[in-house]
T-cell receptor
Framework: RKEVEQDPGPFNVPEGATVAFNCTYS??????FFWYRQDCRKEPKLLMS???SGNEDGRFTAQLNRASQYISLLIRDSKLSDSATYLC????????????FGRGTSLIVHP | DVKVTQSSRYLVKRTGEKVFLECVQD?????MFWYRQDPGLGLRLIYF???????EKGDIPEGYSVSREKKERFSLILESASTNQTSMYLC?????????????FGPGTRLLVL
């Protein structure tokens, strides 16, 4: 079983829609969690960290569920510019303190 | 702003050549990483380093080596390039702050081995 799993998508949604991605991790001792965004042919960039209490940044909300071992990313009022691949990153997933990346979820927002 | 630079954006090499990929960061980060990214496989960690002259194997170190002689520079070496090493190579650096470790990536090097 892969340590960090994501639905690869693609998620194809109209502008203005709300879309949610989940990411599951296998190691219950995992320490830190992040969402990165990667545009086509570009490097990944940090979108937001995920805190235990959940956190929001504008249209983006990230949540952590330790009991079920998943994190989620909710995007409200989707924009065309949100089209990208969203990578889930977990620290401590493999039992060591190095980042493990999910394979990414592709989002396509269409007019 | 953190800046991570990689020596080449695109590189074409022949099978058997020795290949050097250079990565430099300007924020005094202790941690540096080399990944490769392939369609359907995501990012896979090749090697990482937590300090000068220190290196640790990642998930797929075979066929690669690294060098960290200075804090700001982390080099990836393909001793004898093979076609299955054609990939996008991403370097990253990170620091630990408030219990959170944020990675900053370079723009990537697309390597084609013929």
């Amino acid at each position: 079983r892969k340590e960090v799993e994501q639905d690869p998508g693609p998620f194809n949604v109209p502008e203005g829609a709300t879309v949610a991605f989940n990411c599951t991790y296998s190691n219950s001792a995992s320490q830190s969690f992040f969402w990165y965004r990667q545009d086509c042919r570009k490097e990944p960039k940090l979108l937001m960290s995920v805190y235990s209490s959940g956190n929001e940044d504008g249209r983006f909300t990230a949540q952590l569920n330790r009991a079920s071992q998943y994190i989620s990313l909710l995007i409200r009022d989707s924009k065309l510019s949100d089209s990208a691949t969203y990578l889930c990153v977990v620290l401590g997933a493999g039992g060591s303190y190095i980042p493990t990346f999910g394979r990414g979820t592709s989002l396509i927002v269409h007019p | 702003d953190v800046k991570v630079t990689q020596s080449s954006r695109y590189l074409v090499k022949r099978t058997g050549e020795k290949v050097f990929l250079e990565c430099v960061q300007d924020m005094d980060h202790e941690n540096m990483f080399w990944y490769r990214q392939d369609p359907g496989l995501g990012l896979r960690l090749i090697y990482f380093s937590y300090d000068v002259k220190m290196k640790e194997k990642g998930d797929i170190p075979e066929g690669y080596s690294v060098s960290r002689e200075k804090k700001e520079r982390f080099s990836l070496i393909l001793e004898s390039a093979s076609t299955n090493q054609t990939s996008m190579y991403l370097c990253a650096s990170s620091f630990l702050k408030g219990g959170q470790e944020t990675q900053y990536f370079g723009p990537g090097t697309r390597l084609l081995v013929l």
